[in-house]
């Protein structure tokens, strides 16, 4: 499938009252058709299944939000050694300009083996001086979607107190991050939330996003509600 041939599509799969729901949910989302996820992931699939993907993302100009979408879903799915998708996704960064297309494309993202693990925490630690909002994002997502585990915890925890940024949606990943680790590590979240260097805003978001969640206990949400600020 080629560029061309894929903006045909999605313009004949246009939901009119699609696109006004999805853009009350993300009103950050630009020239949106209105396609639903699904469908733009079956279209991902279409391109990957022709074996001519790598040809697509080099020819690929993507213009409305669901052609960056599913740019990202090929990216993110794709056949590829590791070095070429960190290039792709290099690439691809700076198309990504809503919570939407940013979350879709890490919760895609397959990570193969423990080297291709080690390779994507080196390339999202490049990204940590950046002061894009989207970008920074990123990196909180990717690492809630593929890194909450104990070997990780310790720079992980050092992530959220380095990146400093008043931006909301990074804001909000630092809460929906720590919130995911609670589940897993409820110890470690507990004395990290006793001295962490988050802003007020996160700190108390994160509580809030905790006490919210039906994966942990009341014990420990009354336990969390002590610590706000």
Not at 35 to 51: D, S
Not at 91 to 117: G, V
């Amino acid at each position: 499938m080629t560029p061309k041939e894929l903006r045909e599509q999605l313009l004949e799969l246009k939901d009119s009252k699609y696109r006004e729901f999805h853009l009350k949910t993300c009103p950050q989302a630009n020239h949106v058709i209105g396609v639903r996820l699904p469908e733009q992931r079956k279209l991902a699939k279409a391109i990957i299944k022709t074996g001519n993907y790598f040809d697509f993302l080099e020819s690929v100009q993507p213009h409305y939000y669901e052609e960056i979408m599913i740019t990202g879903l090929v990216i993110a799915t794709a056949p590829m050694e590791a070095h070429e998708r960190l290039d792709y996704i290099a690439w691809f960064l700076p198309l990504i300009d809503n919570w939407a297309i940013c979350d879709s494309f890490c919760n895609s993202f397959k990570i193969q083996d423990d080297a291709d693990q080690t390779h994507l925490w080196v390339f999202l630690i490049g990204l940590t001086d950046s002061t894009d909002e989207y970008t920074l994002r990123f990196v909180f997502v990717m690492i809630l979607c593929h890194f909450i585990h104990q070997d990780y915890l310790n720079r992980i925890f050092q992530l959220l107190d380095q990146i400093k940024s008043e931006k909301y949606y990074v804001e909000m990943a630092k809460a929906w991050l720590i919130t995911e680790i609670f589940t897993k590590f409820p110890a470690a979240v507990f004395d990290y939330l006793l001295h962490d260097q988050l802003s007020t805003f996160a700190h108390n978001k994160a509580i809030q996003k905790a006490c919210e969640s039906r994966r942990i206990s009341d014990k420990d949400k009354q336990k969390l509600r002590s610590l706000k600020l």
